[in-house]
């Protein structure tokens, strides 16, 4: 695999924005503490001529979304907002029965379950075969393959084409974007969503950083690469989703009238230096500060003899308790509301993941909140914890105790 190129313009990659090591990939849980387990180096580059922030590859998609972990309907908060899309989806875009969906990387169907009551047509493509039965169990149409410029000739013309949090997932970027093309209509809208490269840096969030995230996305670079497909961005809108995420709204060049949003925020995207290659060249600072900062906590925590377990088998969380080199010594169990991944254990920590009941039986002193993004969910969901005087910790932005 080339990991010297830009995947998206060719040219010669020679910025690192960060690296973390070396770390096992971030879903691939293990049955049994006897399992090897394969690391890979776990490194950023940032492209002097694009821009694109792009991860190296070591593993080919379908080594990593062949059988997949990760399913979306067991965030509450997702569905929320899942929900709240489709119903203002279908009334900006004025959809009826007449017009057909597609949803790319569409996972247990957590989305298109809400076109439902519309009666509006729709379609999903997933790779995940383990998750696509999920899909096809809430009734949902799902074709198990990854979407290409390839497998996107054989899927007909959308009205409407979604793709939220895959952008970043597919290391052929020119022929996912070209299948994006194939698949719109003549009058379509493609809405996508992916975590905002922007905020990732404003708030050091590093732990977003893992193997099958191949891409860190600013609306600069993605509008580039829209537009050498013929694709042009007339809306974009920035969400609290996943720590700070962009949802663009992109059609066939000349289909869509480009609003003052567009140009606002990539503007303020230049002002942050986001055109500027030494803009990328700190990160790795605030990075390891982190890192120190939480590692002085913990040992605190364990000299004084203080149970700490964590919340969220998440993939965020892989990257921080392997980078920061913190396993069951430190950490004594994860709780997890998805019971596909209860009795597994992290990659690399090996921690074993438990169900919720393991904080009522345990009672430990503190609980690591890895994905942080979730807080408030997760803080809701747990909020008994604080009846033996269990207090919280979050590491992202910086490394906070707190009480509720």
Sequence with gaps: MDNRHCRFCGRELKHTFVDLGFSPLSNEYLEDLGQGQMCYPLRAQVCGECF??????????????????????????????????????????????????????????????????FGIPVRGVEPAENVAAEARAKGIDVSCCFFNADTAREMGEYDLVIGNNVLAHVPDINSFVEGLSLVLNAAGTITMEFPHLMRLMESCQFDTIYHEHFYYLSLTAVQRIFQTYGLEIYDVEELETHGGSLRIYAAHKGHGCVRPTVAELLGREEAFGLRDIQTYAGFMEKVEAIKLDALHLFTELKQRGKRIAAFGAAAKGNTFLNYCGIKRDIIDFVVDSNPHKQGLYLPGSLIPIVGREALRENKPDYLLILPWNLKEEIVSLTDYVREWGCRFITCIPDVRVFSV
């Design 52 to 117: 694109l922030v792009q991860a190296s590859l070591y593993q080919r998609p379908e080594q990593i979304f062949g059988t997949y972990q990760y399913f979306s309907s067991y965030s509450e908060s997702w569905l929320r907002h899942c929900k709240s899309y489709v119903e203002m989806i279908v009334s900006r875009l004025g959809l009826t029965r007449e017009n057909h969906v597609l949803e790319i990387a569409c996972n247990d169907g957590y989305l298109l379950q809400y076109f439902k009551p």
